[in-house]
């Protein structure tokens, strides 16, 4: 598959079958989310797998839309935002949540490319999911990623059109 076919076919799952995820498929998706490209290949983040039971439970405490108890797999991102890479000449960016960002988009791409789902969520409650978690201080949670076979389609995508979105030369 053309890697814009890949981009095409993702799409955000709110619905997932009750079989569970292979290792092999969980690992691989893992996988893509270690290879991701990070500012001085510094990788300021860290993936917690939870499975059904205690740790989902609290989870879905932190953010209580239905479909994250039917996932069979919830990823936890979190950032170490003290290891990331800062632009110290200009603006002191610092650069740990952009790493964990494209580590989860790596792992959303190969869960489509292997036929599972997922969904990018961040709107939870933080201070819950780092309780739940048991995150040391300085480690914050940056996404949630459900993580199944899909039990929908998904809904169409809405984007603007290049026009919209794309300038040449200056703004």
């Known amino acids: 598959m053309k890697f814009i076919e890949l981009a095409e076919k993702r799409c955000s799952i709110r619905s997932f079958k009750s079989d569970s995820v292979p290792e092999e498929m969980l690992n691989e998706v893992l996988q893509a989310g270690n290879l991701a490209p990070t500012a001085k290949n510094l990788q300021p ?12 439970d609290a989870l ?8 994250l108890r039917e996932a069979p ?4 991102v979190c950032v170490e935002a003290e290891k990331g890479w800062v632009r110290t000449r200009h603006d ?8 964990a960002a494209i580590a989860t988009d ?3 791409l190969a869960a ?13 409650d933080p201070a819950q999911v780092s309780a739940a978690m048991a995150l040391p201080e300085g480690v914050q949670p940056l996404a949630m990623l459900p993580l199944g076979f899909p039990n929908e389609k998904g809904r169409e995508k809405n984007r603007k ?11």
């Open 45 to 56: 983040f860290q993936l917690i797998v939870v499975r059904a039971g205690s740790g989902l």
């Open 60 to 67: 879905a405490k932190a953010y209580p839309a239905p479909f």
């Open 73 to 76: 797999v919830v990823i936890v």
């Open 92 to 99: 002191q960016k610092n650069y740990a949540e952009v790493d």
């Open 106 to 108: 790596h792992m959303t």
């Open 112 to 124: 489509a490319d292997l036929g599972l789902g997922s969904c990018w969520i961040g709107a939870f």
């Open 161 to 171: 059109s290049l026009d919209e979105l794309v300038r040449y030369e200056h703004w």
